[in-house]
């Protein structure tokens, strides 16, 4: 039964930085891809980055492009996202989910899922 557990996030000010971090256990295939999603409150969820195993291959939102960053552990299936240049629209619960298979953007596209950790950036 894959696993996925997020640890980071919290609060920041507009401009700031924070990094979340992700690790799935559980991972029965060799392709499987990694991300990073978000709600805002009242909104709907929306895809932020995913890392495709084992080529690296990548996929950003345009709303994040050039300010977030996911990288990976390989040796121990984690990922990381890098959030610099943080905005008041940044703020949303932060979810990180994990499928085998490959590259997909959409969260339905995923079917584990972890607990989320808050992202609050203030003006």
């Known amino acids: 039964q894959v696993q996925v557990v997020e640890s980071g996030g919290g609060l920041a000010q507009t401009g700031e930085s924070l990094r979340l971090s992700c690790h799935a256990s559980g991972l029965t295939d060799d392709h499987y891809a990694m991300g990073w999603f978000r709600q805002a409150q009242g909104k709907g969820g929306e895809g932020v980055a995913v890392v495709h195993w084992p080529g690296g291959t990548t996929w950003y939102a345009s709303s994040v492009k050039d300010r977030f960053t996911i990288s990976r552990d390989i040796a121990e299936n984690t990922v990381y996202l890098q959030m610099n240049d943080l905005k008041p629209e940044d703020t949303a619960m932060y979810y990180c989910?994990?499928?085998?298979?490959?590259?997909?953007?959409?969260?339905?596209?995923?079917?584990?899922w972890g607990q989320g950790t808050q992202v609050t950036v203030s003006s």
């Open positions: 989910a994990a499928r085998l298979g490959g590259l997909r953007s959409g969260p339905e596209d995923f079917p584990c």
